[in-house]
């Protein structure tokens, strides 16, 4: 039987990743995938997220990654493969004195690549990530997602870049939609014409104060990521809020640009975790899901083809 809850709660969300830690993760693999020609690169990601997984707890439980080495080495040769083929027919066009066309044909093909490797990527992800033995999973749906990829595309260049706004709010509240925890829903609310206009303001504040406005800036653009976000299940709710100050934001920012500096790159792995750490304890949760209740319903799947393209193209998880 469910544990009914009636109060509203809070929930707690912690990062406790030790630079050191992590530094010893990163070299590692620098070195492993330098020696391999970048064929060690699959393993070296699996490692790195199966540590930063581990290291993430919600109410004192850790996530988990089960993504292997070996799933995404296979995905890797398959990304591989195609963009040789991309760059192999681009180059035969400008062989054949056609370099319009190879041009043409390259940025085209990349534009339909993207959906498809976010598609792919949500699906290897989440599949691969669990909480409490609770699998997560996406929804989404490939075709569904490509025509609409287009249509914001589309809008996006007739307005001139406009709808940007728009499509990356679009694209993010389909992707985050379509998310689960075993039966809980992931929902997200965000409004393209409110997020236009904050972009607006903030980037001619930023303009104006010659840069000094952009940690205010970052600070509103991460709170209306986070708050616009909540967690459904059977008519219960988990509503996120962001408590990040533009301080914040600036501490960190700047000592962890100088230990980057003053390292010469070696101490990246330390900004993560101080990044990872304050993004975590910024953020509260408070809502009446039994999270004792939740149902594994979420299916297994373990190509990774679409998580390594997002790494060619360096596109990042919306989530």
Request: hydrophobic residues 45%.
């Amino acid at each position: 039987m469910e544990t009914e809850i009636t109060d509203v709660q809070s929930y707690k969300l912690d990062f406790n990743g030790k630079g050191s830690t992590f530094f010893g993760i990163v070299v590692l693999n620098w070195l492993l995938t330098a020696i391999t020609l970048s064929f060690y690169y699959p393993w070296a990601k699996a490692k790195q997220l199966q540590y930063l997984y581990s290291s993430t707890s919600l109410n004192g439980d850790n996530f988990s990654f089960h993504g292997t080495g070996k799933e995404m080495f296979k995905g890797y040769i398959k990304a591989l493969g195609l963009f040789i083929f991309i760059y192999g027919l681009t180059l035969l066009a400008v062989y054949l004195e056609e370099p319009i066309i190879g041009g043409i044909f390259f940025y085209f093909a990349i534009i339909c690549i993207i959906p498809v490797a976010i598609h792919g990527s949500y699906r290897y992800r989440f599949s691969r990530t669990s909480w409490r033995g609770i699998r997560f999973g996406y929804r989404g749906d490939r075709t569904e997602l490509f025509v609409n990829y287009f249509k914001w595309i589309f809008l996006t260049i007739i307005t001139l870049g406009i709808y940007g706004s728009w499509m990356e709010i679009s694209l993010r509240k389909y992707l985050i939609s379509n998310i689960r925890i075993g039966d809980i829903e992931f929902k997200y609310k965000g409004k393209g014409g409110e997020y236009f206009v904050l972009n607006l303001v903030g980037g001619l504040l930023t303009l104006v104060t010659l840069g000094i406005y952009s940690f205010w800036y970052y600070k509103k653009v991460f709170a209306y990521y986070v708050d616009n976000m909540s967690l459904y299940k059977e008519g219960r709710e988990i509503k996120f809020k962001s408590i990040l100050t533009a301080g914040d934001i600036f501490k960190v920012g700047m000592i962890n640009f100088l230990i980057i500096i003053f390292t010469l790159g070696l101490g990246y792995a330390w900004a993560v975790t101080r990044s990872l750490n304050l993004i975590f304890s910024k953020i509260e949760l408070e809502g009446s899901i039994d999270l004792n209740s939740i149902q594994q319903t979420e299916a297994d799947y373990n190509d990774a083809t679409g998580e390594d393209i997002s790494d060619f193209l360096n596109i990042d998880l919306v989530f």
